[in-house]
């Protein structure tokens, strides 16, 4: 179904157009050649961060900072109830077993819960800035300290946030703040992971490409023609930061006092807004009949069958999933329609 006003839309009005056609031009298509270089310095110094190792996706950055950091068979890693899977699909790709800790009330992990899920096999706990919103790193960095934990952070929806931990993975997927269309990128101040993360993301090949491959790596490696548009992307960032704070402003101020409607948590950066809506089924509906797209909260890791365990009901990330929703959100959205979707919401509600 197409919709007049859908969730995401990629905005790919900066250079892009022309840093593909130039790297098509100079006949760099593939993982090699300058444009990649140029991307992964941009959002490094973005970040203020060393070293930028990009790659095919979200999920691949954090596969590759699990396995940089030494993650295997026998290893733990705290990992959020409420999160999108990939996040804890990552860890089980390594072989290792992900451990979930419920969410607090901004969906993001309940910092208070996780020395209690640490066992002798933890070896990292992994933060998801979720739609946007920053974990209390400060507390997750002094218990990772304290436990002798690595920290990755999952930073798939949270372009903006200046990492903290020793690996942040980024998802440059379309509906991302900035994106590829696929792609993703680890950022590191450490120059040994940083090198780690290249080996692995590219076969593991020797020094001299003799075909000796000497552990089990991937084809994990991002085009150029990738890394042309996230270029594009990355040199628009703050300009695309700040129109989405005055999407997130305005639905704020129009959705505010709808009863049945809860509005969440204020974002340190605006990926989807999201809001917990009573009879939300007949809202989607109501909606969607109206040409308004809305998408589902994320499901408890707990909740999904390679995952599933009896205690998922009791979970509040349970509780956010089952009345949760998120509206469109993207850079092209006007005035006019945003406008058009607070009046339909509160039209439902007769508000």
Known sequence: MSFKYPVSRPALDGRELEYVTATVSDGWISSQGPMIQRFERAFADYN????????????????????????????EVIVPEFTMVAS??????????????????????????????????????????????????DTIMDIAFQHNLRVVEDSAEAHGIRPVGDIACFSLFANKIITSGEGGICLTDDPGLAGQLEHLRAMAFTRDHSFLHKKVAYNFRMTAMQAAVA??????????????????????EGLAGIPGLTLMPPRDVLWMYDVRAERREELRAFLADRSVETRLFFKPMSRQPMYVHPDWPSLKANVFAEDGL??????????????????????????
Request: aromatic share 8%; charged share 25%; with cysteine.
């Open 48 to 75: 203020a961060i060393a070293h930028g190792v990009a790659c095919s996706s979200g999920t691949a950055a954090l596969t590759l900072a699990l396995r940089a950091l030494g993650i295997g068979p026998g290893d």
């Open 88 to 137: 804890a699909w990552a860890v089980t790709y390594t072989g290792a077993t992900p451990v979930f800790v419920d969410c607090a009330d901004d969906l993001n992990i309940d910092v208070s819960r996780i020395e209690e899920k640490i066992t002798p096999r933890t070896k990292a706990v992994m933060p998801v800035h979720v739609y946007g919103r920053r974990c209390d790193m």
């Open 231 to 252: 270029l594009g992307q990355v040199e628009r960032l703050d300009e695309i930061l700040e129109t989405r704070r005055a999407i997130e402003k305005r639905y704020d």
């Open 326 to 351: 998120y509206l469109p959100t993207h850079t092209g959205l006007t005035a006019a329609d945003q406008d058009f979707v607070i009046g339909q919401v509160r039209a439902f509600y007769g508000a």
